[in-house]
């Protein structure tokens, strides 16, 4: 069964400060996997989307690495400002046939950003 | 360029009834993906259209459909509503085609946010 597991559920930092998410994944077969940042009440707005053959992207202060060997990737927040403050869902996208894609979700990390 | 427009974004139903869900992509966009997120489930995955064909569909009775219209607009029908069907429904879009395109973007919008009582 495809699974994608964050950590941790929840993480509260000072601003100024660099913090780092967690993402864990069994999906097969893997196509990308993409970051999300979502207010509250609205809908996730993408950091980053990785494939296979890469390990590091970066978004402004926010970069994410992937290593497809262990299944692993993390998002790092460099500086956090207090306007970081949301959930962080890491999404993969895995292909299920036919030239089509599903994404699983991960429940994400919820980052308080605390002045 | 328009983003991804989701009506109504609040409504409030009772036990029983139907409601009917609507998403207009972004321009050009064939494909359009249903999601619901619940603060326990995280979000989950409803169906995809594309060109008007359900084209994956995820764990979801039967009582949750969906269909796309010619433009692309979709709409999303949950019939017998049930108290656990309180969520975010979220719909994203984006133009994915052959395998090759795989990674393009997935654009979400507001959602709708459904209260069963």
């Known amino acids: 069964k495809n699974q994608v597991e964050q950590s941790p559920q929840s993480l509260i930092i000072l601003e100024g400060k660099n913090c780092t998410l967690q993402?864990?994944?069994?999906?097969?077969?893997?196509?990308?996997l993409r970051w999300y940042k979502q207010d509250t009440g609205r809908g996730p707005v993408s950091l980053t989307i990785?494939?296979?053959?890469?390990n590091t992207k970066s978004n402004g202060r926010y970069t994410a690495t992937l290593d497809a060997d262990t299944k692993q990737s993390s998002l790092h927040i460099t500086a956090s400002q207090l306007s970081d403050s949301a959930s962080y869902i890491c999404?993969?996208?895995?292909?299920?046939?036919?030239?089509?894609?599903?994404?699983?979700f991960g429940k994400g990390t919820k980052l308080s950003v605390i002045p | 360029k328009a983003g991804v427009t989701q009506t109504p974004r609040y409504l409030i139903k009772t036990r029983g009834q139907q409601v009917t869900l609507s998403c207009s992509p972004i321009?050009?966009?064939?494909?359009v993906s249903w999601y619901q997120q619940t603060p326990g489930q995280g979000l989950q995955f409803l169906f995809e259209?594309?060109?008007?064909?359900?084209?994956n569909k995820g764990n979801f009775p039967g009582r949750f459909s969906g269909r796309q219209f010619s433009n692309s607009r979709s709409e999303m029908n949950v019939s017998t509503l049930e108290l656990g069907d309180s969520a975010l429904y979220l719909c994203?879009?984006?133009?994915?085609?052959?395998?090759?395109?795989?990674?393009?973007?997935?654009?979400f919008g507001q959602g709708t946010r459904l209260t069963v009582v």
């Open positions: 994203a879009s984006s133009q994915t085609g052959p395998r090759h395109l795989s990674n393009t973007e997935a654009f």
């Open positions: 993402c864990n994944y069994t999906v097969s077969p893997f196509s990308n």
């Open positions: 990785m494939t296979f053959s890469e």
């Open positions: 999404v993969v996208s895995g292909y299920s046939g036919a030239g089509s894609y599903q994404l699983t």
């Open positions: 321009s050009g966009h064939r494909s």
């Open positions: 259209y594309f060109s008007e064909t359900q084209r």
